[in-house]
């Protein structure tokens, strides 16, 4: 239960793209800020939140936020892909894919860090605050679902053929997951 702020070479000042497949049971949750997919949190951060039908990528408190209307997919596996750019020190820009396409981007925040020094934690909230949305957040819930595949690509920003890729070569050798 640590950040990847604690890792070691401070990954969270580098470039860094973030995929997961999941399956949600509901979309329809009380909570203002929804369920979490992912977070790395503290003072910044940076996360992927189910809100009502709503897929979103969201960095910093406040900064910030791409998102998606997964309703007329959220009965099957979905792949997100959050990309968070540095590019180069100036104006930090973070890009949501869903199912290996780009569905928007959001920049101008100039943190050029994505994550605090809460702990990350995949489906449900790591520490006292919740990245990318920022300080005690009682109003997040845990996941209701199905997380199938994590993967985290240290100061890399995969390219959108890269992210095809992914996308294609999980849906060609586990057709089940579109089920």
């Known amino acids: 239960?640590?950040?990847?702020?604690?890792?070691?070479?401070?990954?969270?000042?580098?470039?860094?793209?973030?995929?997961?497949?999941?399956?949600?049971?509901?979309?329809?949750?009380?909570?203002?800020?929804?369920?979490?997919?992912?977070e790395d949190?503290?003072?910044n951060?940076?996360?992927?939140?189910v809100n009502d039908?709503?897929?979103?990528?969201?960095?910093?408190?406040?900064?910030?936020?791409v998102s998606f209307d997964i309703s007329g997919i959220?009965?099957?596996?979905?792949?997100a892909v959050g990309t968070f750019s540095t590019n180069g020190g100036s104006n930090d820009q973070i890009e949501l894919f869903?199912?290996?396409a780009s569905v928007g981007t959001d920049a101008n925040n100039n943190e050029n860090d994505w994550s605090g020094g809460d702990p990350a934690a995949v489906g449900t909230r790591g520490g006292a605050n919740t990245g990318g949305i920022g300080g005690g957040q009682s109003n997040t819930e845990s996941f209701d679902g199905q997380i199938a595949i994590f993967r985290t690509y240290r100061n890399q920003i995969l390219s959108s053929s890269q992210i095809q890729d992914n996308y294609d070569a999980v849906v060609n050798s586990a057709?089940?997951?579109?089920q």
């Open 1 to 38: 239960r640590r950040s990847f702020n604690n890792a070691p070479g401070d990954w969270t000042n580098e470039d860094v793209t973030i995929e997961l497949w999941f399956k949600p049971n509901t979309l329809s949750h009380t909570p203002s800020n929804g369920q979490i997919l992912f």
């Open 41 to 43: 949190g503290g003072g």
């Open 45 to 49: 951060g940076f996360g992927f939140f």
């Open 74 to 79: 959220s009965g099957e596996f979905i792949q």
């Open 53 to 65: 039908n709503l897929l979103q990528l969201r960095e910093q408190s406040g900064g910030d936020v």
């Open 98 to 100: 869903v199912n290996g």
């Open 175 to 178: 057709p089940a997951l579109t």
